[in-house]
């Protein structure tokens, strides 16, 4: 039973590998194009006061300042208005009607509506800007890639508090279950796109229908990359450490235990069945990396021992190695990799029962139907 369950661990570190290959990043360049065209920065914006300041004081500084900026008030019932006007944003409010709109599609829609620019920038308002160029970095790798379809970016997890630590395993599901980042890289098709940041053309993005189309989509990220390739469109997808970044679930854990609940079993429909195999096999590898060790001490065998300690080392440095390229997560916490693993399968089976059983799930103070 003790060499099963440490073949299981070894099988699990190489799917580790094999499913989160690598998490390239937009083309970081120097040369600013003059040919820009004008892009409108859509946010939208619900009870976000306190979390949209980072992000428009990030825009305020950003180099290249010839942007639309428009933030959708979704029905906020603190100052998100007033702070966004305080930073020169248009401000607009969600006015269409909400039968039949489920998430923030109403708001970016809206936006959409209003905008003037030939790109369409939608940015979350917990997102934040890390460099003054990244702006220009976004919209540079946008043109240089020919400015058709999507390009969207997963920001950088910037952690501050203890409880964030408990999103590491699902920062690495959410980049992996996009099925592009494995060793095979595009021989999968996405599951769709990043949702905190999200470029367009827009006339890519009328001639998908938008968020129209998905209007009653609780993923509307993953949603909206489909509607792109049902209509010929390209969908591309990086990781955003040294350009934008985001703190997720500030307000506490239960916002944090919130979150994950309405995302994840939606998300995981989408994921290619290979992937979702590595992926359900390497959390099964870290679990069995605690039974063998188990195993080992009951057995009294100090090879066993040794062995078993080994692996479970290697799976931490693997995990922290996979974890840190999505966000800053502790190094030491991951010591602990039992308990993140088990958390992220209460909170995925918590997930699972709220959609497909009580089919509705809860976000911002609204009953979402799914």
Not at 173 to 197: H, L, Q, Y
Not at 339 to 348: D, K, M, P, Q
Not at 354 to 362: A, G, I, L, N
């Amino acid at each position: 039973m003790f060499m099963i369950s440490m073949c299981v661990v070894i099988i699990s570190i190489i799917s580790g590998f094999l499913m989160f290959w690598k998490l390239p990043t937009p083309k970081q360049t120097q040369d600013v194009n003059e040919n820009l065209p004008l892009v409108s920065i859509i946010i939208p914006a619900r009870n976000e006061a306190r979390r949209i300041k980072p992000l428009l004081n990030s825009l305020s500084k950003q180099s290249l300042q010839a942007f639309e900026l428009i933030v959708v008030d979704d029905e906020s019932t603190d100052q998100t208005a007033f702070v966004a006007k305080r930073y020169g944003a248009k401000v607009i409010s969600n006015t269409t009607s909400l039968e039949g709109w489920a998430g923030k599609s109403r708001a970016c829609w809206n936006g959409a509506l209003s905008a003037q620019g030939r790109w369409l920038l939608f940015l979350d308002a917990d997102t934040e800007m890390t460099h003054k160029d990244s702006l220009i970095h976004l919209l540079s790798s946008f043109q240089e890639a020919g400015a058709r379809g999507i390009m969207a970016i997963q920001p950088y997890h910037e952690t501050k508090k203890l409880y964030e630590q408990a999103s590491a395993i699902f920062n690495i599901i959410v980049v992996t279950g996009m099925n592009v980042f494995s060793i095979w890289k595009d021989r999968f098709e996405t599951a769709g796109a990043f949702g905190p940041c999200i470029l367009s053309d827009r006339d890519d993005y009328f001639k998908s229908g938008g968020h129209e189309h998905i209007q009653e989509a609780i993923m509307d990220d993953l949603a909206l990359g489909i509607e792109f390739k049902k209509a010929g469109l390209p969908v591309h997808c990086y990781g955003g450490k040294g350009i934008i970044s985001f703190r997720m679930y500030p307000e506490g854990f239960r916002q944090l235990v919130e979150g994950w609940t309405k995302n994840f079993a939606t998300a995981s429909q989408s994921t290619h069945p290979i992937i979702m195999g590595l992926i359900n096999l390497w959390i099964a590898g870290g679990m069995m990396s605690v039974v063998g060790g188990g195993l080992a001490i009951y057995a009294e065998n100090l090879s066993f021992i040794l062995l078993s300690g080994m692996l479970y080392v290697i799976y931490m440095i693997q995990l922290g190695v996979l974890a840190r390229r999505t966000g800053n997560f502790k190094i030491w916490i991951f010591l602990f990799h039992p308990l993140l693993l088990s958390f992220f399968t209460v909170i995925f089976l918590y997930s699972l029962y709220r959609t497909h059983v009580r089919h509705s799930v809860s976000w911002r103070g609204r009953q979402i139907k799914v």
